[in-house]
């Protein structure tokens, strides 16, 4: 079994449908890049695939507990520092060891400053050492890079990538070019739901 | 055939459509017998005087006003197991007529009760549970006002009215707990001896007849409603997407 | 669970955390009724058990709108919803942080508002006791509440709206205990009572709660 296998998805958002008929299959150590226009549903997808709303449709396989999602929104307390920050999230995804985040995203001049007095890049390379600690084998990354420089995107793209040869998956909506030999990517225009077609049970269509 | 055939909203609107005019002929007769039966054709009380007679509005409205949240309830279960969307809407019309019941309960409660117990309120157990009831219809249709997505607004009023009825039963005992008080007992039951003599018990019988197909017509009205309202929101977005 | 507990807590505790914002409501609303009602000590003495308790009521209040709203704002709800961490158990956490910062320290200060008040003394046992068996009640309820209104801009009037109604059987009970308790009656039947609602609060409504918020995450 794959790390993810999605057939025939339908996704909404705010009671529109977005996307419709959307398979994909993730194998380990595969990243998949998702490229398409401002809200053609990149978000949505992640959002649907991490298990935060339901898909209108469709199944999505894995294995269970095998997720990390990382949003716009980091998830960062500002008043605590940055190796609290990480020593919580480790703790409730039951892992201990938070050494290899802070080395991959370069946090450990940082360690004891507090999440509010961090830049905005820095902030997000907190967001992003985050997915190390979960120990998770795949990862849906929503934008990763925004407000990364250009070293910091080199660690995170170094990082992708042991995560990957370690036999994980990323499944990225990203604008940016990531240099990564195994990465693919996926358009996701072609699956645009169309508006007029009769949506199934479960919103407001049910009502005409 | 199914009795859930009739969750589906275009069954609803045709048989809600065809209920309607007979239900809304039946409270207006009911109610016109009912309450002229009562008002003119009973005799006075000999201890209350013709104060009496408003027992044909009190009752009837303090029963609906339990059993509007008792429907409220139900339908709030069936939409969270089944998904019934003509559920949830039915709750949502039901609420502000059960919010209307309780206060005429309360309002002409306290005009029966200044002449009899010489105040206009009291803190017995009966009316205060009834104003807690009151509470507890202005913060269910508080959050369906607040949440802008309509199924979201069915899903948490939803539970709301569960864990609501739970405190609402708490509070009934808890408050009876609290003070012994004035109001009588029930006035009306099937088994007891002690119940309103037979000139005042056919009246207020027609009278809550009347009371009960008045709800069942207003909730329908109201249902179609929010039925037509979801129906114009699926257009539009419908018309906006092309 | 508990790590999740420790960093509510922690997060409390640091600066502009709102520790002790409770707890001075607590008193201000205590100092501020002798004022409104005059200082006659049999009045004040007659009205404390009440006063003890809807102060305690509004100051639990205070905190609840930012439970879930701040985790929300920078999308650690939707982490913590990934998470292997079920949100019944959020909800718990949310619920036991929530008490120790609010309903922990009113329990204990609650002899200086009495002493405030003139409470008669053989009431004071029993308003320490009564607040620590009730506060847990309102800690759960309040968490319902504020899962319930997670999603919403201004959340917080609508907030005191949904939750102040539940509260309602833990403040009948709660002052009881001590009203009988400050006149010398026995006032174990409605401590028990107390505790049974505290229990059933705690024990049931952090299902409601985790569902509230998995509705509101959608």
Known sequence: ?208 | MSLWEYANPKKFMETSGRILPWASGLAAVALCVGLVWGFFFTPDDYRQGSTVKIIYIHVPSAMMAINIWVMMLVTSLIWLVRRHHVSALAAKAAAPIGLTMTLIALATGALWGQPMWGTWWAWDPRLTSFLILCLFYLGYMALWQAIDNPDTAADLTAVLCLVGSVFALLSRYAVNFWSQGLHQGASLSLDKKENVSDVFYFPLLVSIAGFVALFVALMLLRTRTEIRGRRLRALMARQRGA | MTALFWRDLRLALRAGGGFGLGLAFFFIVAVLVPLGVGPEPTTLARIAPGICWVAALLASLLSLDRLFALDQEDGSLDLLATAPLPLESVATAKTAAHWVTTGLPLTLASPVVAMLLNLPAAGYPWLVAALFLGTPALSAIGTFGAALTVGLKRGGLLLSLLVLPLYIPTLIFGAEVVRRGAVGMTATPPLILLAGITAGAIGLLPFASAAALRMNLR
């Open chain 1, 1 to 208: 079994m794959g790390l993810l296998t999605v057939s025939d998805l339908h996704c909404a958002r705010g009671g529109i449908a977005v996307l419709q008929g959307l398979s994909l299959t993730l194998e380990p150590g595969q990243a998949l890049v998702l490229r398409g226009p401002n809200g053609c549903g990149k978000t949505t997808l992640l959002r649907t695939l991490a298990g935060l709303q339901p898909p209108l449709s469709g199944t999505i396989t894995c294995p269970t507990d095998s997720m990390a999602y990382a949003a716009h929104a980091d998830g960062l307390k500002a008043t605590l520092s940055v190796v609290e920050n990480l020593t919580f999230w480790a703790s409730i995804f039951g892992q201990t060891d938070i050494e290899p985040a802070l080395v991959a995203m370069d946090l450990h001049s940082l360690a004891n400053r507090a999440a509010q007095n961090l830049s905005a890049g820095q902030k997000r390379r907190l967001g992003l050492a985050r997915l190390m600690v979960t120990g998770r084998p795949l990862w849906l990354l929503d934008e990763p890079t925004v407000s990364l420089d250009t070293h910091a995107c080199d660690l995170f793209v170094a990082m992708l990538a042991r995560h990957l040869e370690m036999g994980g998956g990323a499944l990225l909506a990203t604008h940016i070019p990531i240099d990564l030999a195994t990465a693919q990517l996926l358009d996701l225009t072609p699956y645009r739901a169309d508006p007029n077609t009769q949506a199934p049970d479960g919103f407001d269509e049910a009502f005409l």
